[in-house]
Each structure stands twice: as structure tokens, then as C-alpha cells.
């Protein structure tokens, strides 16, 4: 079960109700989590806040071990205690106080109202059972559906994430799939039951760039018939860029800068963004001129006191080393967190 944190830190800022006449689903803030382990206490997520709306697809990106997956899968309940304790002020889903729900709530809504796809469609299926059990298993256990509506629904969610013959496919084992196909069949176990929320953690790394391609386009798809609202967990700004409304980039546990596609694209604003943004190939770029971040991230066993990117930051101060950044807000919908846009650092 979570627990609540009541303490003071800056969060990011964001609309407490609507943006556009649009439904917040959902609303995290100041969501941390820690692992104790033998080596000490990793700080994994150290006060991340973010929303999402009704319909939209919000991007959380960043370096491998920023806390993304863990951030995703703090949402769904899924971090075991002990070893993982997670604490936040608010998880609101639908006015629903996700941080305060106990384990049997939350297995009433895992799959149904909140469903996820896993990193890898290899491993994410059942070997031993057939792919007709696999979907309507969700169908039996929420919606209490008969073993014959249950299967008539998974051929039609087959039908939807474009497998032919879809009949037959419920008879089959995951071996008998390739991976652009397993990956499908996740989409399609994921989204069985209707969710409000889907997270997808990854879900095209394991996949070449033609199956790739589909998968997105399956994606936007399913969104425009269903209304789902999408969390996209990746480090792939090429996916970032082709499906994403809102994008979250995430470092060292902190969410670090929020706004629009266009918002984070054409007008990044902390150091860390723009780092990423230069370090990806473009065809209109030789090699050579490729900047990649130096340095690595910081030990999450014992954060620094200031900004976790100040080791990295080309333009660090002094506060940087020992302050943490407060949070400004640039537009409505576009936030960072760094000294170089914060009030207080010019006024001092």
C-alpha cells in the first residue's frame, strides 16, 4: 500500500482541473520512490509531477535509469514492498486517490480502468497458455463475461490491432508469433477491457523499424476509436516525435521540463533537453557534428544537494551546485526547472 507525503517541495506546476475544456485523468505530484537494497538506499523517483489529459498521448523521456519505468509502474501499484516504498502527495485517477488505495483496490483496476504494455513482447506472454486464455482472462475476472462473449470480444480486439484470421490466433501458442506480432497481441491484452489509461513502457524498442512504424500507427489508431489516454515511456525522440501531444523529460528521478511537442522540440529550455535534442543523428548534420552529453548521471544512493544536472551543465553556477532549482512557469503548459530561467537566481 502507499503511503502520502505532505511535504513542502516544489512540484511542477499544472492546471488543477481542466486545460482546454480538457478532462484531467490523471494527476501525479511529488510522486518519490526508494529501494532499500545492501548496498543502501536508491532514490529512484525523487519527486516527479505530472498530469495527463482525456485523449492525449504524454511522452515521458530520458536517459536510461532517469526513473521513467519506475515512475510508470509506481502509477499501476506495481512496486513491491519491500523492497520498493513509494510516497506522493496526490496520484489522482479520475478523483480516485491512487496513493491511498490499498492492494485489493488497485487489483480492481489493474487491466481494467489502467492496463499496461511491458518493454518486451517476448517475454510480457505466457508460454504455457494459448492466446485465447491470455485475452479473455481480463474479460472473465473484471467485466464477468460468459467464456463465449469473452471469446467473441477477442477476436474482435484481434481484428482491431490487425491480426488476420483471428480465430485460429486464439488457438495458438506466443511461440508461434513473431515479435511485431506478440507486441500486437500485448496491445491487444492491454486495451481488452477498455481502459481509460494505457502505459506503454517501451513498446516498440524490441522491434524493427518497419513493425515500428506500424505499432505507432496502431497506436494512434486505437486512440482516435477509443478516446484512450496514453502514457508513452521511451528514449526514442524519432517516437517521441511521431505520436506524443505533451512530453515529459525526466533526469536523475525529477521531472525537469514539461511542455508541448513543439514547446520541447523548437524551444527547449533546460540544458538537459537541449542536450538530448543535439545528440540525436540528422540527416542534415555530418558525424562530426553530433554533441553528445558528457559526463554520466548522478549516484542515486546519495543525489547531489543542487541540480542533478549541474556536473553535466556547461552553463552551472554556484547555486546550481547547492540549491535545487524551483520550478518556472514559462507559458501554461510549458515548465522547467533551472536556475538559468528562475526568478530568485536574478534577483541575487
Known amino acids: 500500500m502507499m503511503t502520502t507525503n505532505n511535504s513542502s517541495t516544489q512540484t511542477i506546476v499544472h ?104 518493454q518486451d513482447p517476448m517475454t510480457a506472454l505466457n508460454p504455457t497458455l494459448t492466446i485465447g486464455e491470455q485475452l479473455t482472462e481480463g474479460l472473465k475476472t473484471h467485466k464477468k463475461l460468459s467464456s463465449a462473449e469473452a471469446k467473441k470480444k477477442a477476436i474482435e480486439m484481434l481484428s482491431l490491432v490487425g491480426l488476420s484470421n483471428p480465430e485460429e490466433r486464439l488457438k495458438q501458442y506466443p511461440h508461434q508469433f513473431s515479435g511485431g506480432m506478440r507486441q500486437r497481441i500485448v496491445i491487444a491484452i492491454a486495451l481488452i477491457c477498455e481502459p481509460e489509461l494505457l502505459i506503454a513502457d517501451e ?67 533546460h540544458p538537459y533537453t537541449k542536450g538530448l535534442l543535439n545528440s540525436v543523428p540528422r540527416l542534415d548534420l555530418k558525424e562530426e557534428e553530433l554533441q553528445p552529453i558528457e559526463g554520466t548521471p548522478p549516484d542515486l544512493f546519495a543525489p547531489p544537494a543542487g541540480c542533478a544536472f549541474a556536473a553535466r551543465c556547461p552553463y552551472a553556477m554556484i547555486v546550481c551546485n547547492h540549491v535545487q532549482p524551483g520550478v518556472t512557469a514559462l507559458t501554461d503548459v510549458h515548465q522547467v526547472s533551472c536556475w538559468l530561467k528562475d526568478s530568485r537566481a536574478a534577483q541575487d
Open 15 to 118: 492546471p488543477n482541473a481542466q486545460r482546454d475544456n480538457k478532462e484531467v485523468v490523471l494527476q501525479v505530484e511529488d510522486l518519490k520512490v526508494v529501494f532499500k537494497t545492501y548496498g543502501g538506499t536508491v532514490q529512484a523517483v525523487r519527486g516527479a509531477s505530472f498530469n495527463l489529459y482525456k485523449g492525449e498521448t504524454l511522452a515521458i523521456v530520458g536517459e536510461s535509469g532517469c526513473g521513467k519505468s519506475v515512475t510508470s509502474n509506481a502509477i499501476l501499484g506495481l512496486i513491491p514492498n519491500p523492497p520498493g516504498t513509494v510516497t506522493a502527495r496526490n496520484i489522482l485517477f479520475k478523483n480516485k486517490d491512487l496513493a491511498r488505495m490499498s492492494k485489493k483496490q488497485y487489483r480492481e483496476i489493474q487491466g481494467k480502468d489502467i492496463s499496461m504494455i511491458f
Open 203 to 269: 513498446p516498440t524498442t524490441a522491434l524493427d523499424v518497419t513493425i515500428q512504424a506500424q505499432i505507432l500507427e496502431l497506436f494512434e489508431e486505437i486512440q482516435q476509436r477509443t478516446g484512450v489516454s496514453i502514457i508513452l515511456i521511451t528514449h526514442d525522440l524519432g517516437v517521441v516525435a511521431k505520436i506524443a501531444d505533451r512530453i515529459a523529460v525526466m533526469y536523475a528521478g525529477k521531472v525537469i521540463e514539461i511542455g508541448t511537442k513543439r514547446d520541447i522540440f523548437y524551444n527547449p529550455q
